[in-house]
């Protein structure tokens, strides 16, 4: 057993350094300088202000000399405030629209910049007035980049937050001599737009051409660090939260709420709202659906809180308090329904690190049971130099046949856990062979992308969860690009362990899995250097896992870093949505923002978007394990396969898997008849994605199929 050391403080404390000598706990904050350009931000007649977020990781802005050639044009001008103000160089002029109140110009407002020649734009940057949050800042925004001005490429759009922070849209380095900002709303709801500096990023180069790659796509700006995120299944918005602000975590604060956002798709709106009524800062929880698709978050900042939140309402509601408090623990979805979570950290005063046993929680009674005979310790990494604090975190569990729970990870050892009863735990066997020994991997990534067949992907991590301590001293080691597939078969036996391909190009600790609707897996973001709160060693080319060919393949990189507290979801349109970053009081590693990754399934060799079959409609939206429906698709299909909806955060997303579905001749034309697992621990309840492929591989966009709990397994 790892030693425990008692906690007393919030996890806030620890990470900035103020308990880390009681607990024998390092700082986990970092505590080294950085350059000034990236600290605050200076120009003109002196105005200074802290970086508020991540500044662009390629590019410089474009220089005061060069600002000075531009030529302006904007659709609404206030007497004396000029659109030219925006790039004089001075922190003392601004400008405004027309704001007469006989002779208001509404929204939206735009202004665009001749940069007189052809450069790499990779950013813009907005600095509001130091009065932004009583009116007139840019909120809703959309950026727009054209080499010839008449043909316009969307390349940013979204929400900012209502501060006086200086605001940035990052993106994808691409040629532009024009860049035109629309303001689609304003802090305040004001009509009107005031903008005090507007700059514009350029790199040298762009990056060598990857078509056939896939490509990134426009950036979606959020007014929060969104470092928990899942898709509502109902209508298919992105919900995200951060903590009790938008900006930061913890730091001593009791403010038991969380900052949410929430991004629709079809619409492009973003919305955010504070929850309070919940009493619960879910910051750093367990996240796991039930089977009517409520996202049920347990722990985080406020560790003994559960809340759920429930599609149907777009509403939060609390239920009872987990047994044990916690935060990092992991959780998944059984097959009866119940939602079981083991290990995590923190919690009240008096409760050990380490003593964080599983309980189950059941949806129908609201009730949690304690499951004395799944001990956490059984479930702990051994070679972490942080100790007990960090030895049960971010668990990889999912739920498998005659309701039990595998543990694939991050320890070496991967166990069975049965979640019923008093609960058991059982040794699995090692994670590990030949030329990649047994490790642990700590942050590092697993995802079953071939359920019928019990199929997981394990890949990257390390041994600790920190290379570095919070005086820079090296204590750990280096991210590994070791890969593994895991076959699982019976219950309580020892499980097949196969290296996937060569391992993967780049080795990644807090990078993200997910597993995409034809079977390959994407792993996008992380550290070579795994150290939280910094942005060194980044990886900037995702890869994806191709389990047919056993070969992991570079895809098209991109320029935003996506490190810790980062996340990476599939949505419904089978693209893949990649953010987040930070949410650390050292504002610039915080990222507001996510990039949209369009994998090359969807486009054709020279890169244009490919003919896309549709589903037109399905015999049944619900269905139980072992049941069957039919399809109806615009077109003939080759293949199909439901995956389920997750929640990501904290380099896990314990909730997603992949089923194929094998398509059978119904008589009809265009119409498939498809079969479900016949077991719910593979098909675990809840709302899946279904998508069909036509014979080049390109999915549709998916439809809803909601599994039920089977029989055998209710209660």
């Known amino acids: 057993m790892l030693s425990r050391v008692a906690l007393s403080v919030s996890l806030a404390s620890i990470f900035l350094g103020g308990e880390s000598i009681r607990f024998n706990v390092p700082s986990q904050f970092p505590s080294f300088q950085h350059d000034v350009h990236r600290k605050v931000l200076k120009e003109g007649d002196g105005l200074i202000r802290p970086m508020g977020s991540a500044p662009p990781h390629v590019g410089q802005q474009i220089p005061q000399d060069e600002r000075d050639t531009w030529i302006v044009d904007c659709t609404?001008?206030?007497?004396?405030?000029?659109?030219?103000?925006?790039?004089?160089?001075?922190?003392?002029?601004?400008?405004?629209?027309?704001?007469?109140?006989?002779?208001?110009?509404?929204?939206?407002?735009?202004?665009?910049?001749?940069?007189?020649?052809?450069?790499?734009?990779?950013?813009?940057?907005?600095?509001?007035?130091?009065?932004?949050?009583?009116?007139?800042?840019?909120?809703?925004?959309?950026?727009?980049?054209?080499?010839?001005?008449?043909?316009?490429?969307?390349?940013?759009?979204?929400?900012?937050?209502?501060?006086?922070?200086?605001?940035?849209?990052?993106?994808?380095?691409?040629?532009?001599?024009?860049?035109?900002?629309?303001?689609?709303?304003?802090?305040?709801?004001?009509?009107?737009?005031?903008?005090?500096?507007?700059?514009?990023?350029?790199?040298?180069?762009?990056?060598?051409?990857?078509?056939?790659?896939?490509?990134?796509?426009?950036?979606?700006?959020?007014?929060l660090v969104p470092v928990g995120v899942f898709i509502d299944p109902i209508s298919g918005k992105v919900i995200s939260f951060s903590s009790y602000a938008h900006d930061s975590f913890g730091q001593g604060v009791t403010d038991h709420t969380t900052f949410t956002a929430t991004w629709d798709p079809t619409t492009e709106n973003i919305s955010h709202r504070q929850i309070r009524d919940t009493h619960h800062d879910m910051f750093c929880p367990g996240m796991a659906f039930d089977v009517d698709g409520r996202m049920i978050i347990s722990g985080g900042e406020s560790a003994d809180k559960v809340s759920i939140y429930d599609p149907n309402k777009d509403d939060w509601i609390s239920v009872p308090e987990m047994k044990i408090a916690r935060g990092y623990q992991g959780s998944t979805t059984c097959a009866n329904?119940?939602?079981?979570?083991?290990?995590?950290?923190?919690?009240?005063?008096?409760?050990?690190?380490?003593?964080?046993?599983?309980?189950?929680y059941d949806p129908q009674t609201k009730q949690w049971t304690l499951?004395?005979?799944?001990?956490?310790?059984?479930?702990?990494?051994?070679?972490?130099?942080?100790?007990?604090?960090?030895?049960?975190?971010?668990?990889?569990?999912?739920?498998?046949?005659?309701?039990?729970?595998?543990?694939?990870?991050?320890?070496?050892?991967?166990?069975?856990?049965?979640?019923?009863?008093?609960?058991?735990?059982?040794?699995?066997?090692?994670?590990?062979?030949?030329?990649?020994?047994?490790?642990?991997?700590?942050?590092?990534?697993?995802?079953?992308?071939?359920?019928?067949?019990?199929?997981?992907?394990?890949?990257?991590?390390?041994?600790?969860?920190?290379?570095?301590?919070?005086?820079?001293?090296?204590?750990?080691?280096?991210?590994?690009?070791?890969?593994?597939?895991?076959?699982?078969?019976?219950?309580?036996?020892?499980?097949?362990?196969?290296?996937?391909?060569?391992?993967?190009?780049?080795?990644?600790?807090?990078?993200?899995?997910?597993?995409?609707?034809?079977?390959?897996?994407?792993?996008?973001?992380?550290?070579?250097?795994?150290?939280?709160?910094?942005?060194?060693?980044?990886q900037l080319v995702p890869e994806i896992y191709s389990p047919t060919k056993d070969v992991w393949t570079?895809?098209?990189?991109?320029?935003?870093?996506?490190?810790?507290?980062?996340?990476?979801?599939?949505?419904?349109?089978?693209?893949?949505?990649?953010?987040?970053?930070?949410?650390?009081?050292?504002?610039?590693?915080?990222?507001?923002?996510?990039?949209?990754?369009?994998?090359?399934?969807?486009?054709?060799?020279?890169?244009?978007p490919a003919t896309r079959p549709v589903i037109i409609e399905t015999s049944d939206t619900t269905v139980l394990p072992g049941g069957n429906f039919t399809i109806t698709t615009d077109i003939e299909v080759a293949s199909a396969s439901l995956v389920r909806y997750g929640g990501a955060t904290h380099s896990l997303n314990n909730d997603q898997r992949r089923i194929a579905l094998k398509l059978q001749d119904s008589g009809t034309p265009l119409e498939y008849g498809v079969s479900i697992p016949p077991d719910g621990g593979v098909a675990i309840p809840g709302y899946w994605m279904l998508f069909v492929m036509n014979c080049q591989g390109v999915p549709s966009e998916a439809k809803n199929v909601q599994i039920l709990i089977a029989q055998n397994y209710k209660n």
């Open 371 to 538: 499951l004395d005979g799944c001990r956490s310790e059984d479930i702990e990494t051994k070679d972490d130099w942080e100790g007990a604090y960090r030895a049960d975190n971010h668990v990889w569990l999912m739920g498998w046949q005659n309701n039990s729970v595998f543990h694939a990870g991050p320890s070496k050892d991967m166990h069975w856990i049965t979640p019923t009863g008093n609960g058991a735990i059982q040794n699995a066997g090692q994670r590990g062979v030949g030329s990649s020994p047994p490790k642990d991997r700590m942050c590092g990534v697993a995802v079953m992308y071939d359920a019928a067949e019990g199929k997981i992907l394990s890949a990257g991590g390390a041994p600790s969860y920190n290379y570095r301590d919070g005086d820079g001293t090296i204590r750990g080691e280096k991210a590994t690009t070791d890969a593994f597939v895991i076959t699982l078969d019976k219950v309580n036996a020892s499980v097949e362990v196969q290296p996937a391909g060569q391992g993967m190009h780049f080795p990644r600790s807090f990078s993200h899995a997910v597993v995409l609707p034809n079977g390959e897996t994407l792993v996008v973001g992380g550290q070579e250097e795994p150290r939280v709160f910094t942005e060194n060693t980044p």
């Open 337 to 360: 329904g119940h939602i079981f979570v083991i290990g995590g950290s923190w919690g009240p005063v008096g409760i050990d690190f380490g003593d964080r046993n599983g309980e189950t």
């Open 76 to 223: 609404s001008v206030l007497t004396n405030h000029e659109c030219d103000k925006t790039f004089d160089g001075s922190n003392s002029t601004f400008w405004q629209t027309k704001v007469d109140t006989e002779s208001i110009d509404p929204l939206p407002h735009t202004i665009t910049i001749d940069l007189r020649e052809e450069k790499n734009v990779s950013a813009i940057s907005m600095r509001p007035l130091p009065d932004a949050d009583l009116g007139g800042a840019i909120a809703g925004h959309k950026v727009y980049l054209s080499i010839d001005n008449k043909v316009w490429n969307l390349v940013a759009f979204g929400t900012w937050f209502e501060d006086v922070q200086d605001k940035f849209a990052m993106f994808e380095p691409q040629p532009a001599r024009f860049v035109r900002l629309e303001a689609v709303s304003a802090t305040n709801g004001t009509q009107f737009i005031r903008i005090v500096d507007l700059g514009v990023w350029a790199t040298n180069s762009l990056s060598p051409s990857s078509l056939g790659l896939g490509k990134w796509g426009p950036t979606v700006d959020f007014p």
């Open 554 to 608: 570079k895809m098209a990189p991109n320029s935003i870093v996506r490190a810790y507290h980062s996340f990476a979801l599939l949505l419904r349109d089978a693209t893949v949505l990649v953010g987040g970053g930070g949410l650390s009081v050292q504002k610039d590693v915080n990222h507001f923002d996510a990039q949209i990754y369009i994998p090359q399934y969807l486009l054709t060799a020279n890169g244009d």
